[in-house]
């Protein structure tokens, strides 16, 4: 068996709505991640999943439960210690979060300079070489604004393996792309993961997405787990009729795998108080 790098422990996390009422966002959720492999973690507007990743990240403090990133519970240590964790893990998040006053390559640099006592004279190289692998290099000295935004997802994720980091979080990676730089990043990810060694925690909506990339799927539903599988254990469950379907969270994955409008997820009796809130504007 591969080495657990990432674990998640009977996780739990509350926030309050705007009139003070405590919601549950996250339902005692329960999940190991191995080395080496690529974990989508997947569900609808408001089911939990961008908590759990600011929570596996260490941006939220979970209410209840545990997680644990190269066996240290990240719940239990200061803001010290956790900057030391995090150097070993590298995020692309949603919209590439590019600082507009730098160009490209001063963006990638910028965790060399910050988070490492690599020689100045070394950071160039290291930067060339991170934007080859994500085919950004010709724009090295564009600015954010000058980018599209598949081109600033990659510049994103070249500034993410700056430091090669052992394991990668992505955040809706394919959120706002059309289908075709979907595929391209999608290749991208594939690549990385294999080149790189690193194991790979990818949070989205997007199922084509989910099943390119994926080793195994998790697929989350009112703060909770419904399933975790292989992509091949998903795909025989989106495959099935109606009448083999066993119980309302096979109805609910289905549901979601196929994109239909009617079902479990769309009758709002079956929606939590934070996806009701989600859906009528409310957001934390």
Not at 36 to 51: A, R
Not at 106 to 121: K, R, T
Request: hydrophobic residues 40%.
């Amino acid at each position: 068996m591969a080495e657990v790098v990432v674990e998640v422990i009977d996780l739990v996390k509350w926030f309050s709505d705007r009139q003070g009422r405590k919601i549950r966002v996250l339902d005692g959720v329960n999940i190991k991640v191995y080395e080496g492999e690529t974990l989508v973690i997947m569900g609808g507007s408001g089911c939990g999943k961008s908590t759990l990743l600011n929570c596996m990240i260490g941006e939220y403090r979970p209410d209840e439960g545990h997680i644990k990133i190269f066996g240290r519970d990240i719940t239990e240590l200061d803001e010290f210690e956790m900057n030391e964790v995090r150097k070993k893990f590298g995020i692309l998040f949603q919209s590439g979060a590019l600082f507009n006053s730098m160009t490209v390559g001063e963006n990638v640099a910028l965790p060399l300079i910050e988070h490492s006592e690599i020689d100045p004279s070394i950071v160039n190289i290291i930067v060339t070489m991170k934007l080859e692998q994500v085919k950004m290099l010709p724009h090295r000295n564009k600015w954010p604004a000058q980018l599209s935004g598949g081109q600033k997802k990659r510049a994103g994720l070249a500034r993410a393996i700056a430091l090669d980091p052992q394991v990668l979080f992505y955040d809706e990676p394919s959120a706002g792309l059309d289908p075709v730089t979907v595929a391209a990043i999608d290749e991208l990810i594939i690549s990385l993961s294999k080149k790189l060694g690193v194991t790979s925690i990818v949070v989205t909506h997007d199922i084509g997405s989910a099943f390119r990339i994926a080793d195994r799927m998790v697929m989350l539903h009112s703060g909770r787990v419904l399933k975790i599988g292989t992509k091949a254990e998903f795909n025989e469950l989106r495959n099935k009729s109606e009448d083999e379907l066993s119980g309302v969270d096979e109805k609910i994955i289905r549901q979601f795998l196929l994109g239909e409008g009617k079902g479990p997820l769309t009758d709002s009796e079956g929606l939590s108080e934070y996806e009701k809130l989600m859906i009528t504007g409310f957001a934390v």
